[in-house]
């Protein structure tokens, strides 16, 4: 692993949105900037290891609960990166009829309004982790996963479309722990669609440029 590829936290301006507090976000911002620090710290103490090219028998414990905890540290980021940035102020609450997203819902589990209860319902499970809506990117199919923590259940190799955190920290300043369902309501009202077409997209060229 590079030791110069320092992650460095990226800036989200979502303020205003819908049922989702300022002071959330700002407190969200925060965790996740110590998501990306904890990377790089991580990063640095594995390679530091590594750097006389030998995992020594008495660094072995040492090693291992690194490597452990970078796995939790490292999809923290990410997952944070991406639950930002499916977003955005005045959001439409559900996509176009005519989306590829809603399209492939459709192919997927017959209709948006069940692929939405599949969520939802992921969403409301017990526990602290992310409902994610997956596309496969070898067919395009879409599919939604409970993760546990950050780094449990993330199916790999899989294109994460629309990304929602569920931990407590992402609305106990302006929900009760109960109130999960309102917060996942508010979750709805603040989607930007257009990130998820785009990610849709990407799954999209590259599998018509291997069919070429
Ligand atoms: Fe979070």
């Not at 049922?19 to 998501?35: P, Q, V």
């Not at 959001?91 to 209709?111: M, R």
């Not at 409970?146 to 780094?151: N, R, V, Y």
Request: hydrophobic share 35%.
């Amino acid at each position: 692993m590079s030791t110069n590829g320092s992650y460095r936290a990226k800036e989200f301006n979502l303020s205003g949105l819908n049922g989702i507090s300022d002071r959330t976000l700002e407190m969200h911002f925060k965790l996740y900037e110590g998501y990306v620090k904890e990377t790089n710290k991580l990063t640095e103490k594995i390679s530091e290891i590594l750097a006389d090219g030998k995992v020594d028998q008495e660094e072995m414990p040492a090693y291992s609960e690194l490597t452990r905890r970078l796995g939790f540290e490292y999809n923290g980021m990410v997952l944070h990166e991406y639950y930002f940035g499916n977003m955005k102020r005045d959001g439409s609450g559900d996509p176009d009829k005519g989306s590829n997203f809603v399209k492939a819902a459709e192919a997927s589990f017959g209709s948006y309004d069940i692929w939405k209860a599949d969520f939802v319902g992921i969403g409301k499970m017990r526990g602290v982790g992310w409902a994610i809506c997956y596309e496969n990117p070898v067919n395009g199919r879409l599919s939604n996963h409970w993760i546990t923590l950050h780094e449990v259940g993330n199916v790999a190799g899989f294109n994460p479309v629309l990304v929602m955190d569920v931990w407590e920290h992402a609305f106990l300043l302006d929900y009760k722990p109960a109130e999960r369902p309102k917060y996942i309501e508010a979750f709805f009202s603040n989607i930007d669609w257009d990130a998820c077409e785009q990610r849709l997209q990407k799954g999209m060229t590259a599998r018509s440029s291997a069919a070429q």
